[in-house]
């Protein structure tokens, strides 16, 4: 038996995106983001692998209530090559759809259908803000790369649900990461300055295009922020096996994440058995215990 935990809301400011955010009344937005980030290291496995009765699986207390209405905005095409991102826009789609069939084959009575929108192209959108395209609930944005250099977030969903009648979650994926995360200085690289005498180093720092399965890994993680959980947290080192929520990936491994039965039941849970489709409360202010991080004991 596992509390579920009451995710942290904080006051965010997302700047640098081709949508900018940054126009509209910033504090009256009340954004919580979640990241899904870089594991550069494998941690060792221990003896034992601990089981699902330890893991802990977290939603974030919101829920559309009408049928997702999800938007595609192309990156800035000066940053991102064409032919990756058709690529990119192509393995987007699927990871939409994959909740889609996914929730469908999982509790058939429910309507789990979303709308996607034709995707709109960089140069109607650099200048525009979400308020430009209310009908829009989930917005789907690219990023050529994480411009923060503390964070190593691969993607990002913001949320507003304030007080405006437009309430929607903001995708942010992340398209390039640095491949060698570790980097060991290697002394045959080393160069003196013949100036300063110093020895210098040249490392390779280039940003790499991520493969498109971590792509599709990326947009099934934060879409699933999109449609409100949170991440699920486990001891396990491969918590993706468990659940396309686990809160970190390895961006140049052939990790494979997709939608495991957790995700099924949490889903299920936020929105009941017929899905998207009746109305309902958008904030989801009980706190429920859960077994296995799947089954519901009780909510209070
Ligand atoms: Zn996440």
């Known amino acids: 038996m596992i509390p579920i935990n009451k995710p942290n809301i904080n006051l965010y400011i997302l700047t640098g ?31 034992q692998l601990p089981d699902e009765g330890s893991d802990r699986y977290e939603y974030l207390g919101i829920r559309h209530d009408t049928r997702p209405q999800v938007c595609l905005f192309e990156p800035n095409p000066t940053h991102v090559d064409w032919d990756y991102w058709l690529e990119v826009e192509y393995e987007s789609k699927r990871a939409v759809l994959d909740w889609q069939l996914e929730m469908t084959e999982f509790l058939p009575e429910g309507d789990w259908s ?39 977030a691969l993607g990002l969903t913001g949320i507003d649900f304030s007080k405006s009648s437009h309430k929607f979650t903001y995708i942010v994926v992340y398209l390039h990461a640095l491949e060698h995360t570790n980097i060991v200085l290697n002394f045959d690289d080393a160069k003196k300055d013949p100036i300063t005498g110093l020895t210098k180093f040249e490392i390779n720092l280039e ?70 489709q009746k109305p309902q409360p958008i904030w989801i202010s009980d706190h429920c215990l859960f077994d296995h991080g799947i089954k519901v004991i009780g909510c209070y």
Request: proline content about 6%; aromatic content about 12%; hydrophobic content about 35%.
């Open 17 to 47: 995106m081709g949508l900018s955010l940054n126009r509209f009344k910033i504090l009256s937005i009340v954004l919580l983001v979640c990241s899904l980030s870089i594991v550069s290291t494998v941690s060792t496995v221990p003896a």
């Open 114 to 152: 979303m709308y996607t929108h034709s995707t709109v192209p960089y140069i109607e959108h650099w200048n525009k803000t979400p308020d430009d395209y209310r009908h829009c609930t989930i917005f789907l944005t690219f990023e050529a790369f994480n411009e923060d250099p503390e964070s190593n």
């Open 207 to 276: 940003r790499q295009q991520l493969p498109l399965q971590t792509v599709y890994n990326i947009v099934l993680h934060e879409m699933g922020h999109g449609l409100g959980l949170g991440h699920y947290e486990s001891l396990s080192p491969n918590g993706y096996k468990r659940s396309t929520m686990t809160p970190s990936l390895q961006p140049f491994s052939d990790q494979v994440f997709d939608i495991k039965i957790a995700d099924k039941f949490m889903l299920g849970y936020l929105y009941g058995t017929d899905g998207y």
